[in-house]
């Protein structure tokens, strides 16, 4: 591993103290020894000094080896399964834009949509019409879209499981967008649609929702290129 990408991974506060203290213990040894005691204890209080910035840069040092160098090792090991379900949570969105371009005849496309276009399709769509997912087989049942809805928000909410139980190897970043996928105004008010029946005439009135969700993941699928991972839509 490439000793200078190894050490800008590890944690900021730590490689900005072992920096501080390995340039302070420098100062000490190099110059400020070179002048004789100013004052009584001096001397002591220098070398008191000398042993913690000393400690410091020891302590850097071993959690260089001992702590990031595993922490670097199982991120590298858990690496495809992150890329993995965060493709996930992006290919439900991308499939579900698919699906809802060919039921209501607006294209719909991850990188160009706006929320004017998002409505545009939803008023296009009866909320209980037929949509595009089979619930049986064997009477050849499908689901409505507040179905088919909420059948994409079970399958993305546990992808994000998934990789929320992987937390310590996750960036900050990752974190916040999974998050805000999970607690995004679309799946909130899918659930709250699961038991009431509405008399809206199209879904239009859940276009913006929908069209925000869209941007997050977005937002998800950029991050992953930042990561070196191969996205699920280019």
């Not at 809206?200 to 977005?218: H, T």
Request: proline fraction near 3%; charge should be neutral.
């Amino acid at each position: 591993m490439n000793l200078l990408k190894f050490l800008k991974s590890a944690s900021r506060e730590a490689n900005v103290l072992a920096l501080s203290a390995s340039a302070g213990l420098l100062l000490k040894v190099l110059v400020l020894n070179r002048f004789p005691e100013k004052f009584f204890g001096a001397y002591q209080l220098g070398q008191i000094a000398e042993a913690v910035l000393a400690s410091v840069v020891a302590s850097y040092v071993f959690y260089l080896l001992v702590v990031h160098s595993k922490e670097t090792s199982d991120r590298t090991v858990l690496r495809p399964y992150v890329e993995k379900h965060s493709k996930r949570v992006v290919g439900d969105c991308l499939s579900q834009l698919s699906e809802l371009s060919k039921a209501s005849g607006v294209p719909l496309d991850l990188h160009t949509l706006s929320e004017a276009d998002a409505i545009s399709a939803f008023s296009n769509i009866a909320p209980y019409s037929e949509a595009p997912l089979l619930l049986s087989a064997q009477t050849n049942q499908h689901a409505n879209w507040f179905e088919y809805f909420i059948y994409h928000e079970n399958r993305t909410k546990g992808s994000i499981r998934k990789l929320l139980d992987q937390f310590p190897f996750l960036d900050a970043k990752m974190v916040s967008i999974l998050t805000a996928i999970d607690d995004c105004s679309h799946f909130n008010s899918m659930s709250f649609l699961m038991n009431v029946k509405v008399r809206n005439p199209d879904l239009s009135a859940w276009g913006k929702a929908f069209y925000e969700y869209c941007v997050i993941c977005k937002q998800l699928n950029s991050h992953l290129v930042t990561l070196g991972f191969a996205t699920a839509v280019s």
